[in-house]
């Protein structure tokens, strides 16, 4: 499987198209039978994680069967040609699944192939929370501080905040040198292994998946910044 990322700024006198895209390209990518998976997301200030949203990144989330499928939806598809012609940067990036744990939209999003075990590269991370209503507080408080620990973790190299709405359902992508910076970051740091603590004592979420990938190929830059796969 193939999963592509997309997170594209507009330019500001465009974002109104960016809102109306998040509802008329809804149809295309319903009737792309090739396309397994998909989500329109808009995204945290400056695509990053903590902050209030920004009406100027907006992502697509697609998962494809294989290469060509991916391929040709990106050469082609009217999708992406409305997120390429009203933005003035774009980052794309291409994974393949390792692991994934949880559910989206109560469906498993992300066929895993077994073949990537022994993979030692750089490893992409989706976490995804749907947030209860009656937690919305206490989440915000707490997630700040796991969020700056990321920014500063060793091995950190990127990340962006997305989501179907600003508040309830927020999805974290971020890549690291190795698996080992993830899981340091994961497990010794004090800020994150705590909200992952609270997480599970308070209940916060009602649905929540965490992924795992390869880094297939990349190419554009978020915020200035791009990648080597």
Known sequence: MIVALTITKFRGFTTPFAFIGMAVLRLPLWLNKKCRFWKLMG???????????DYKHWAILTAWDNRIACDNFYRDSFVIKWFGFFGIESFTILLNPLSSHGLWSKR??????KTGKNYTGKIA?????????NKLNEFRQNIKRAADA???????????????NPFFDQATFSIWESAESMKAYAYQSHDHSDVIK????RKWYKEELFARFSIVDS???????????
Do not use: C, H, Y
Request: hydrophobic share 45%; net charge negative; glycine share 10%.
């Open 43 to 53: 995204s945290g200030k400056d695509a990053q994680v903590d902050l209030a949203p």
């Open 108 to 113: 498993e999003p992300f066929k895993v192939e």
């Open 125 to 133: 991370v989706i976490t995804r929370a749907a947030i209860k209503f």
């Open 150 to 164: 990321m920014r500063v973790a060793p091995g950190f190299i990127l990340s962006a905040g997305v989501g179907e």
């Open 198 to 201: 609270l997480t599970r004592e």
């Open 219 to 229: 190419w554009g830059t978020l915020n200035g910044v791009s990648i080597e796969s």
